[in-house]
């Protein structure tokens, strides 16, 4: 199939933003991993993960270009596209979604902190009189808990001193 120049072009450049989505989400995948520190089979899926997005991400690209014709100039245009975003935008790109997340962190840690304020208040204000309950009540704990021994005490004197008693000489 014979392309015009303009058509080709099109291809080209088509493939060159194929390229520098690619970069984006491979920065996307290295701020993924910086966050949450995957173990190695959770590296694996991820990875896996990765490759099939990028199967898509190219397929669509150029299925939507020409068709799905396999040319020099789309692969290219593939590293061209990915190539350009790293040396231009990738740390941009990087410093600024790492900004993002970070405030969204602050966010959710704040809103927690709002959530939760109502609980560390009860357990505070709640915090003096049960301290002072535990206080008062732990006399009469370990008094009865000698009480609650004692007969199990008497049983074993009695059991010694009837032992003796009988033994025989």
């Known amino acids: ?14 493939t060159i933003y194929g390229g520098i989505l690619i970069g984006f ?3 996307l995948y290295r701020i993924f991993r910086g966050v949450f520190k995957p173990s190695k ?5 991820q990875d896996l993960l990765f490759w099939t997005m990028i199967f898509f991400v190219s397929f669509y690209v150029l299925i939507f270009s020409n068709q799905g014709a396999l040319r020099f100039y789309n692969f290219l245009g593939f590293v061209i596209g990915a190539v350009g975003y ?5 740390n941009l790109v990087l410093r600024a979604l790492v900004f993002i997340i970070r405030k969204l962190q602050h966010f959710f840690k704040d809103l927690y902190q709002i959530a939760v304020y109502p609980f560390r208040l009860g357990k505070f204000m709640l915090a003096g009189p049960v301290t002072y309950c535990k206080n008062k009540g732990k006399p009469v704990y370990y008094k009865t808990k000698k009480l609650s021994r004692l ?10 001193s009837v032992g003796t008693y009988f033994k025989k000489k």
């Open 86 to 90: 790293q040396l231009l935008l990738s």
């Open 151 to 160: 007969p199990g005490r008497i049983k074993k004197g009695i059991t010694k």
């Open 1 to 14: 199939m014979m392309y015009s120049i303009s058509q080709e072009a099109y291809i080209l450049l088509a």
């Open 41 to 45: 089979k959770a590296t694996v899926i």
């Open 25 to 27: 989400i491979y920065d």
